[in-house]
T-cell receptor, first 115, second 112 residues
Framework: DTGVSQDPRHKITKRGQNVTFRCDPI?????LYWYRQTLGQGPEFLTY????????KSRLLSDRFSAERPKGSFSTLEIQRTEQGDSAMYLC?????????????FGEGSWLTVV | AQSVTQPDIHITVSEGASLELRCNYS??????LFWYVQSPGQGLQLLLK??????LVQGIKGFEAEFKRSQSSFNLRKPSVHWSDAAEYFC??????????FGPGTRLSVLP
């Protein structure tokens, strides 16, 4: 079990550029989550997938954000036309089962700095 | 309004001293309850969780938490803090049928 892995760990981009983050969940985990965390705050839910289906999106996820999980395994989170307010750590997490009450396991995050 | 609160933004304790981090939630029904720890620049690691049953839950690294329904609290404790415990601690809840909600976090500093 290699844990949740995220790539890249750090990304510096100019305002207006597009960025993409990749997440590989723990093998055979059905659920995959994306969270955003800014300095001094707790993680904020963005979206989650049950296998390849995107089941919920937060209001935080503007139309510049898109997430995919095409084969129910890895996922990508793309931010188009980045803004300085997008600077944050983007956390991916996965959990093994359907339903509620499952532990979610986090990756180490992808830091985004928009200059 | 539904929420998770951690009243203490920053706590400083001396190494070897006891620790209690507070967490309160405001939901109609008791949600599932979790504590996570985050070291600087890292992801979150699960310390412990409460679903049902015994209200005193043991976790990793010598941590424990007590669920008190009457107070809507789930406070994290450790009898003797080590310097390596310095980190950010997040309480999280999973209301039934909804996604995780995290508290704002408590930053723990440990004095030698």
């Amino acid at each position: 079990d290699t844990g949740v892995s995220q790539d890249p760990r750090h990304k510096i981009t100019k305002r207006g550029q597009n960025v993409t983050f990749r997440c590989d969940p723990i093998s055979e985990h059905n659920r995959l989550y994306w969270y955003r965390q800014t300095l001094g705050q707790g993680p904020e839910f963005l979206t989650y997938f049950q296998n390849e289906a995107q089941l919920e999106k937060s209001r935080l996820l503007s139309d510049r954000f898109s997430a995919e999980r095409p084969k129910g395994s890895f996922s990508t989170l793309e931010i188009q036309r980045t803004e300085q307010g997008d600077s944050a750590m983007y956390l991916c997490a996965s959990s093994p089962n359907q339903g509620t009450g499952n532990t979610i396991y986090f990756g180490e995050g992808s830091w985004l700095t928009v200059v | 309004a539904q929420s998770v609160t951690q009243p203490d933004i920053h706590i400083t304790v001396s190494e070897g001293a006891s620790l209690e981090l507070r967490c309160n939630y405001s939901y109609g029904a008791t949600p599932y309850l979790f504590w996570y720890v985050q070291s600087p620049g890292q992801g979150l690691q699960l310390l412990l969780k409460y679903f049902s049953g015994d209200t005193l839950v043991q976790g990793i690294k010598g941590f424990e938490a007590e669920f008190k329904r009457s107070q809507s609290s789930f406070n994290l404790r450790k009898p003797s803090v080590h310097w390596s415990d310095a980190a950010e601690y997040f309480c999280a809840v999973e209301p039934y049928g909804q996604n995780f909600v995290f508290g704002p976090g408590t930053r723990l500093s440990v004095l030698p």
